[in-house]
């Protein structure tokens, strides 16, 4: 059972990023325009033969064991991580005024009834109760700083900093090694898609922090056997990752990778202490879901749904939109609540049901429905450019003029794609050194988050908190790869 943790969730990760890679040809060679991708072709090729020639070569040594960056004092890298970090975000900020629409708009203007001590969108927030938990906080700063875009976008720019930071511990802490840690940190400050996106007023880079803080506490007490400070840290781990969870509701991926991790400890090391931590942890991640469902159904007056995965499972069961969003499918939901014949509870269970019934009347058609999600769940990183460009154009009437833009596409894409590619190669070496036990957590979260929007409604965007997952496999994979050298 251990080797199979051990061996085979590296495995399973290995033929998702080939599918992947396989969608992302097919993509560029049928749908769009391949010679926009020429370039990006060029550099991935070039990477792939450094891994090639890394794998196949005996005698080498770590390409970044002794680079200038890893012999930097603490004091220094922490200056160039921050301003790698809020540089070029900032600039960006500045340079693109990008107004909030669709969902991002709803939650600038709840925020702003928030910060006036008004509650709005009721029935909304009932229906879908997350919807309350990024405006309350952004309401927060708002009676601070005013209620301004800006001040939204700018605190993006913090929470990327601060995830920065975060994924750097992480590393440090898991692999004991400065180079991996501080080329991870970098990694994850430059990421083109996540600058490009800190203008939209949206729930991802605090959920992602708040994610990370989750995986940075597990990380850090998962061996820590000090009875008091590990009951401790994992009841925190709870309470947070439910904080997380009233900010987009995917938490529960993190909560069973915990659970699967520890499990497949226990097997190996069964202890007491190690059962009772996760227990703690899950009291206490229920407790405060229960708490923060009676502060939600008080605020908005009315019961409110306890979750949403009835209708979520019906658009991503719904083949002919792709899995996406779709007009027919909200309009069910808001007719079946809005009759009055309904609980939304029982709404989801209807919705649940009605989406079995599309996977039994399409069946098999449905399975290769399923994996072209996951293609587009994960083929590409361009979302950043494209909400500017969407959200610029919608709410001005007028073409986004910036000439640049098919270079912040390429380039999003293109970084996107070797950090995809070097967490391929990350997983080999390990499986190579027979010891993928470094990488199974990080690799058993974006397995999870990628079968869950699989299932439910998918977008490529919604693949922003696993992309320090892949960050740091990315890191490690090129901490470890080798050049021709000394034994």
């Known amino acids: 059972m251990k080797n199979l943790y051990k061996y085979g969730v590296p495995a399973i990760f290995i033929m998702l990023i080939a599918y992947v890679f396989v969608g992302m040809l097919i993509q560029a060679a049928f749908i769009k325009n391949i010679s926009a991708y020429i370039p990006e072709f060029i550099i991935l090729i070039i990477t792939a033969a450094a891994i090639t020639f890394s794998l196949l070569h005996n005698k080498r040594k770590d390409f970044l064991s002794v680079s200038v960056h890893s012999e930097m004092s603490d004091a220094w ?16 900020i500045n340079l693109n005024h990008i107004p909030p629409i669709s969902d991002f708009k709803t939650y600038h203007t709840m925020a702003t009834a928030l910060s006036e001590g008004v509650v709005t969108q009721k029935l909304y927030t009932a229906m879908f109760p997350h919807i309350i938990g990024y405006p309350f906080v952004l309401s927060l700063l708002y009676r601070l700083f005013g209620t301004t875009v800006l001040t939204a976008q700018y605190f993006n720019v913090f929470c990327c900093l601060a995830s920065s930071f975060t994924i750097y511990y992480i590393c440090k802490k898991q692999f004991n090694n400065n180079s991996i840690a501080r080329t991870c940190g970098i990694i994850y400050a430059l990421w083109p898609s996540q600058i490009f996106y800190v203008t939209i007023i949206s729930t991802e880079a605090l959920y992602t922090l708040l994610f990370l803080l989750c995986v ?15 009951l401790l840290m994992f009841g925190l781990l709870g309470i947070i990752c439910s904080l997380s969870n009233a900010i987009r509701p995917i938490s529960l991926v993190f909560i069973i990778a915990v659970l699967t991790d520890t499990l497949f400890s226990l097997i190996k090391d069964k202890t007491v202490l190690k059962t009772a931590s996760v227990l703690v942890m899950l009291l206490l991640y229920l407790g405060t879901n229960a708490c923060t469902s009676q502060i939600i159904s008080k605020a908005v007056d009315r019961p409110i749904a306890k979750n949403s995965f009835g209708y979520t499972f019906l658009v991503g069961s719904n083949i002919e939109s792709g899995g996406g969003w779709n007009a027919d499918d909200a309009n069910l939901f808001f007719d079946l609540y809005e009759s009055g014949n309904y609980t939304l509870d029982e709404v989801n269970t209807i919705l649940t049901n009605k989406g079995i019934d599309n996977i039994k009347s399409n069946f098999p058609q449905i399975i290769p429905h399923y994996l072209h999600k996951s293609v587009t769940f994960l083929c590409d990183d361009i979302y950043g450019v494209l909400w500017n460009k969407l959200s610029y154009e919608s709410a001005n009437d007028a073409p986004w003029d910036n000439r640049g833009q098919n270079f912040f596409l390429t380039l ?76």
């Open 77 to 92: 890298f922490f200056v160039i991580l921050t301003l790698a970090a809020t540089v070029p975000r900032i600039v960006w």
């Open 216 to 230: 940075l506490i597990y990380i850090y007490n998962r061996n820590n056997f000090s009875a008091v400070t590990r």
């Open 412 to 487: 999003s894409q293109l970084y996107y794609a070797v950090a995809l590619l070097m967490s391929v190669y990350a997983v080999i070496f390990t499986f190579t050194r027979k010891n993928p036990d470094d990488l199974c957590f990080f690799i058993l979260i974006f397995l999870g988050f990628s079968a869950s929007f699989v299932i439910a409604e998918v977008q490529s965007r919604y693949h922003y908190p696993v992309l320090p997952m892949l960050a740091i496999l990315a890191s490690y994979g090129m901490c470890k790869l080798h050049v021709h050298g000394g034994e």
